[in-house]
């Protein structure tokens, strides 16, 4: 069973950074897709990005782009979100999750459902 830690969150002012990681044990992150997910307070939670299983292929929604960059390292079996010019509006808890074998699309990787198995999440807020 695969389990997933996210680790990184904090208090940041905003334009400032955080890398949050997400560390993966009982399994391997090589067959997995992984996607970062956030739930602000009294949102629902939405999808933030995802990378692929072997390609590199990466995704994001609108609000981040140009500012997070997600990544893995097989070999860590760990992914990161590298999180720049942080903003009020990306307070939120920040949980990662693994989707085995699972090729995403720009329609497809912020679907909660493919994923099989989620971390507990790590608070991020962004406040002066």
């Known amino acids: 069973q695969l389990q997933l830690v996210e680790s990184g969150g904090g208090l940041v002012q905003p334009g400032g950074s955080l890398r949050l990681s997400c560390a993966a044990s009982g399994g391997t992150l090589d067959f997995y897709a992984i996607g970062w997910f956030r739930q602000a307070p009294g949102k629902e939670r939405e999808g933030v990005s995802c990378i692929s299983i072997s390609d590199g292929s990466t995704y994001y929604t609108d609000s981040v782009k140009g500012r997070f960059t997600i990544s893995r390292d097989n070999a860590k079996n760990t992914a990161y979100l590298q999180m720049n010019n942080l903003k009020p509006e990306d307070t939120a808890v920040y949980y990662c999750?693994?989707?085995?074998?699972?090729?995403?699309?720009?329609?497809?990787?912020?679907?909660?459902?493919?994923?099989?198995?989620w971390g507990q999440g790590t608070q991020v807020t962004v406040s002066s």
């Open positions: 999750a693994a989707a085995e074998y699972f090729a995403p699309y720009d329609n497809t990787w912020p679907a909660q459902d493919a994923y099989d198995y």
